[in-house]
């Protein structure tokens, strides 16, 4: 379990609350129109089904996710939303990789910047702190059966697993997010969430004083509009 983050569980225990948050349906159109842009149709477009069924959790309307398709196939026209990596020199030696969705790049970076300069941290040139990361499949599941729930998500084909309150985070290679996704929904299991992250190779390890001011960065960058998900190596 060394290389799972605090903050990945951390966010994924707050997604209730997230929920809430008023900026949330601006971030899942992001998602959706970036992916709707390799193929508006969800049973052929992996990508796209994960981006709807993450927005079909968060109660987003029919008629905004099908706006947000037709923004990415072009329909709509408008300004192009893009994907944008950050990568960020932490507090305390921590790494922390950005993922933006964005359709105006300046002023992404923008209010990055002005978070990152309030915490004293700042942007790394490109490479510089991606190296420490591998792109994962993390699903989250909820129930717990025990041990036979634990040998179910090992037959999945899954890499790795933690336990975490309600349920279980499950990791995957990138490529293998598809198949463990559906042989735990064929094993009865309910999925929460599928997505690709970067998972750190190693995590840093702080005083819990210095791990609750990065734990504070991290809530800051994700709350941001721009930003679709925010990864670290905080241990």
């Given at each position: 379990?060394?290389?799972?983050?605090?903050?990945?569980?951390?966010?994924?225990?707050?997604?209730?609350t997230d929920k809430k948050r008023s900026n949330l349906f601006t971030k899942l159109a992001n998602l959706i129109s970036?992916?709707?842009?390799?193929?508006?149709?969800?049973?052929?477009?992996?990508?796209?089904?994960?981006?709807?069924?993450?927005?079909?959790?968060?109660?987003?309307?029919?008629?905004?996710?099908?706006?947000?398709?037709?923004?990415?196939?072009?329909?709509?026209?408008?300004?192009?939303?893009?994907?944008?990596?950050?990568?960020?020199?932490?507090?305390?030696?921590?790494?922390?990789?950005?993922?933006?969705?964005?359709?105006?790049?300046?002023?992404?970076?923008?209010?990055?910047?002005?978070?990152?300069?309030?915490?004293?941290?700042?942007?790394?040139?490109?490479?510089?702190?991606?190296?420490?990361?591998?792109?994962?499949?993390?699903?989250?599941?909820?129930?717990?059966?025990?041990?036979?729930?634990?040998?179910?998500?090992?037959?999945?084909?899954?890499?790795?697993?933690?336990?975490?309150?309600?349920?279980?985070?499950?990791y995957t290679k990138m490529e293998n997010l598809r198949l463990v996704s559906d042989a735990l929904t064929n094993g009865?299991?309910?999925?929460?969430?599928?997505?690709?992250?970067?998972?750190?190779?190693?995590?840093?390890?702080?005083?819990?004083?210095?791990?609750?001011?990065?734990?504070?960065?991290?809530?800051?960058?994700?709350?941001?509009?721009?930003?679709?998900?925010?990864?670290?190596?905080?241990?």
């Amino acid at each position: 379990m060394s290389g799972h983050s605090k903050w990945a569980t951390t966010k994924h225990q707050k997604a209730a609350t997230d929920k809430k948050r008023s900026n949330l349906f601006t971030k899942l159109a992001n998602l959706i129109s970036v992916a709707a842009r390799s193929g508006g149709d969800p049973t052929m477009n992996f990508s796209l089904r994960l981006a709807i069924d993450k927005a079909k959790a968060a109660n987003m309307p029919k008629e905004n996710i099908d706006r947000a398709i037709k923004r990415g196939t072009g329909e709509l026209g408008g300004q192009r939303v893009e994907e944008e990596l950050y990568e960020v020199y932490g507090p305390s030696r921590t790494a922390i990789l950005i993922e933006a969705t964005t359709d105006n790049k300046n002023r992404a970076v923008a209010e990055i910047k002005t978070i990152l300069n309030k915490a004293g941290s700042k942007l790394a040139s490109s490479g510089s702190v991606a190296y420490l990361f591998l792109r994962k499949g993390v699903i989250k599941t909820s129930g717990d059966r025990g041990e036979e729930t634990e040998l179910k998500i090992i037959d999945s084909g899954a890499d790795d697993y933690e336990k975490i309150e309600g349920g279980y985070l499950v990791y995957t290679k990138m490529e293998n997010l598809r198949l463990v996704s559906d042989a735990l929904t064929n094993g009865g299991f309910e999925i929460e969430s599928a997505e690709l992250s970067w998972e750190p190779k190693d995590t840093v390890t702080l005083s819990e004083e210095e791990s609750e001011k990065v734990i504070k960065l991290l809530e800051s960058l994700d709350d941001l509009d721009d930003v679709s998900n925010v990864s670290s190596n905080l241990g």
